[in-house]
């Protein structure tokens, strides 16, 4: 438990992330921020928060399927049900109980409010926030979802938990993108979580091949954390991740419909950022993947009806078969009426071949 007011200097950072561009397209965040650096702010009459973990810990190794060129990669937290399906009945639950015994107002959030969870979560003793920004606890390590009841009860605050990272460099040294320009610092603009999932557009090519086969999220600096030793695999049927996400073929990912897509992730959180962005990221993993084999995806899907698809496809294909690039090239591009997709046709020819190579990150290269 802590106090609204408890943030200390989390908004002055949350100020200086959006005065320098670093959330990206992230409009909501510099929409809200008045509001997300004081709880008070959204709900003047809060007194107290209860703050909530639940574990996640997977079950197994969440780096090996970065050595499987055909697979995708969907962050641990994304292979099992909605996280927000789960987790908001329990805190109502709680909620209702913590009315019925001790009276007064609640509201609770799980991260769909302009909420700082992580801070507040710090600050009630649930862990500390690590230099990947995410919280780290001193019992579940990096694999914590976090839910937030506001309360008008005046219950006594806990003590904050106090930062144990010490001298580990762990998580930002895995970093594929280079994505922590300093220690408890991140630019979302070179953030694989925020590319593949909040970013809409054609992802930047610079940052394309070092995506490797990560398709909705990235786990690197989560899942080398030191204090993930102490965190158990969770148990739970809805928190465990469901066999067909684990490691999806690629093949199958880009044939993908809009209804095929929308049963395959039923339930899921990945289901919210819609088939052309899945879809996109599923070509930059196949354009990485260096496999001749799974051109032919990326040519069928030139002509799909999303001109965020057409893009990826170009230049995945411009990755593996030149020749089959050059044949298309002529007719496609020219009548190409979408501009970001005619500069991806005009980029992919001018491409270099020789400098094509699949990236997977610097710890993780397949063998």
Known sequence: M?????????????????????????????????????????????????????????QHDPLAILRERLAGAISVYAQADDYHDIIKPRLKALARWLIDSAGGAVKVFVDTAPVMEKPLAEAAGLGWQGKHTNLVSPTHGSWLFLGAIFTTLDLPPDTAEQ???????????????AAFPAPYQLDARRCISYLTIEHKGPIPPALRPL?????YGCDDCLAVCPWNKFARAGHETRLAARAGLRAPRLAELARLDDAGFRALFAKSAVKRIG???FVRNVLIAIGNSG??????????????????????????????DRAELERHAAVRA??????????????????????????????????
């Open 2 to 58: 802590t106090r609204p007011d408890a943030l200390a200097h989390a908004p002055e950072r949350l100020q200086a992330f959006l005065a320098n561009g670093a959330h990206g397209d992230m409009d909501w965040m510099a929409r809200h921020a008045d509001r997300r650096g004081d709880p008070r702010a959204l709900w003047q009459d809060v007194r107290a928060i209860v703050m909530l973990g639940v574990n996640y810990a997977p």
């Open 275 to 277: 088939r052309a962005r």
């Open 334 to 367: 020219a009548a190409e009426t979408d501009a970001q997709v005619a500069a991806e046709w005009i980029a992919a020819r001018e491409h270099d071949p020789e400098t094509r190579k699949p990236a997977f990150g610097k710890d993780h290269a397949p063998k």
């Open 211 to 215: 995506i490797g086969n990560r398709i």
């Open 163 to 177: 930062d144990h990272c010490g001298t580990c460099r762990a998580c930002l040294d895995i970093c594929p993108t």
């Open 291 to 320: 496999n001749a084999a799974l051109a032919g995806e990326a040519e069928r899907l030139l002509d799909d009806a999303s001109p965020l698809v057409r893009g990826a496809a170009v230049w995945a294909l411009g990755r593996l």
